[in-house]
């Protein structure tokens, strides 16, 4: 069974604080995946990562930095949190061929304020 | 409705009806993908469907994929209580990436 985690599942943070959600998944996947969710709308991604010591841009990378220190762990990073980025995040992992199915974690619910 | 950018739908029905969820897209893909999030939960594929695929079944799931339309649907039959979540499309537009559209909520009441 496919595995993802995500810590904290609820974060409170100042404007201007900085945050850092961690994932971590056992699937051995190659890929993974950062998306914030909005209550309303679909799933958004942010930035995304092919492996070990990759990162990419996604479709709304302003205003966050990623980083994947090994297979099983990728972090998103805000380094100054402002309140447009409350919302719920999800990582993913994915296998290294492109279209087969994301695994999500549970999120984190991310408050600024 | 266009992929993406739509604002989420809701649907209300009675358990045992039948029901059909649409998304269209914008850019080719080959790959079209349906979640299902339950309430506090990370989304989970219920179904994947192929450019090579016009039709894929699953239990009570049915997804088609018109490429020509670049539309895809999914049904769900003899709907019950516990089909009730979010349901999303994901189009795989290469580079690893997805697009996902912005659901629609099903409330299926007993």
């Known amino acids: 069974e496919a595995a993802v985690t995500q810590s904290p599942r609820n974060k409170v943070a100042v404007t201007g604080g900085k945050v850092t959600l961690s994932c971590n998944q056992t699937?051995?996947?190659?890929?993974m995946y950062w998306y914030r969710q909005d209550t309303g709308h679909g799933l958004r991604l942010i930035h995304y990562?092919?492996?070990?010591?990759?990162?990419e841009k996604g479709d709304i990378p302003d205003g966050y930095k990623a980083s994947r220190p090994s297979q099983e762990n990728f972090s998103l990073i805000l380094e100054l949190a402002t309140p447009s980025q409350t919302s719920v995040y999800f990582c993913?992992?994915?296998?290294?061929?492109?279209?087969?199915?994301?695994?999500f974690g549970p999120g984190t619910r991310l408050t600024v304020l | 409705s266009q992929w993406g950018e739509e604002n989420l739908q809701a649907l209300s029905i009675q358990e045992g009806e039948d029901v059909t969820m649409n998304c269209s897209y914008k850019?080719?893909?080959?790959?079209v993908q349906w979640y299902r999030q339950k309430s506090g939960k990370g989304p989970a594929l219920i179904i994947l469907?192929?450019?090579?695929?016009r039709e894929k079944r699953s239990g009570r799931l049915r997804a088609t994929l018109d490429t020509s339309s670049q539309s895809s649907s999914l049904s769900i039959t003899g709907t019950l209580a516990t089909d009730t979540a979010v349901y999303f499309c994901?189009?795989?537009?290469?580079?690893?990436?997805?697009?996902f559209g912005a659901g629609t909520r099903l409330k299926v009441i007993a």
């Open positions: 850019t080719y893909t080959t790959v």
């Open positions: 469907i192929r450019s090579n695929e």
């Open positions: 993913a992992s994915g296998d290294r061929l492109g279209g087969n199915e994301q695994y």
């Open positions: 994901a189009s795989y537009t290469g580079n690893y990436k997805y697009v």
């Open positions: 990562s092919y492996g070990a010591g990759s990162t």
């Open positions: 699937n051995n996947h190659n890929n």
